[in-house]
């Protein structure tokens, strides 16, 4: 998945392990945070992508 927030974009891996890919310009502790969250979603992110690419 892609993150972008100001001008900082970040790809994350969800499938099969969260994992950053690529980060240019968030902070160490925005990649830690991001990261988190991801995690914390990551069935409802997998899930969502099913249901909209698999209808």
Known sequence: MHVEKAGARAKIQVVPDVKLLENKGFSPAA?????????????????????????
Do not use: Q
Not at 41 to 55: G, H, K, L, M, P
């Open 31 to 55: 990649i830690k945070k991001i990261l988190k969250v991801v995690e914390e979603a990551r069935e409802e992110i997998i899930d969502a992508w099913e249901s909209y690419f698999n209808d």
